[in-house]
């Protein structure tokens, strides 16, 4: 499976981004599909992740509340809404997917093996 992220750019404290995570070659149904930033200096970390089955409901605790993972199985899509954002957020954001991760490494990046191509988020203060 190829993933395409999108949507990323530059939005002051406060705003909202959307991405996208565009998947092309195989259905994702069937595939945990998650989000992960990394900032420079920083090592890759889990932001958002929906299971096997489609259960949109991983999220790590700083974004909790404000971002929202969701995925379209007949567009074969992936989305974050980031709400809120804070200058802390400003990373480089890429998706993942798997068909045979188990659950206790949703939040782990290296239980993934097809990622996307990154893409830039950058919020200013």
């Known amino acids: 499976v190829q993933l395409q992220a999108s949507g990323g750019g530059l939005v002051q404290a406060g705003g909202s981004l959307r991405l996208s995570c565009a998947a092309s070659g195989r259905t994702l149904r069937g595939y945990a599909t998650g989000w992960f930033r990394q900032a420079p200096g920083k090592e890759r970390e889990f932001v958002a992740g929906?299971?096997?089955?489609?259960?949109?409901?991983y999220y790590a605790d700083s974004v909790k509340g404000r971002f929202i993972i969701s995925r379209d199985n007949a567009k074969n899509t992936v989305y974050l809404q980031m709400n809120s954002l804070k200058p802390e957020d400003t990373a480089v954001y890429y998706c993942a997917a798997d068909s045979s991760i188990i659950a206790s490494r949703y939040r782990d990046y290296e239980g993934y093996d097809y990622w996307g191509q990154g893409t830039q988020v950058t919020v200013s203060s």
């Open positions: 929906c299971s096997r089955n489609n259960l949109c409901t």
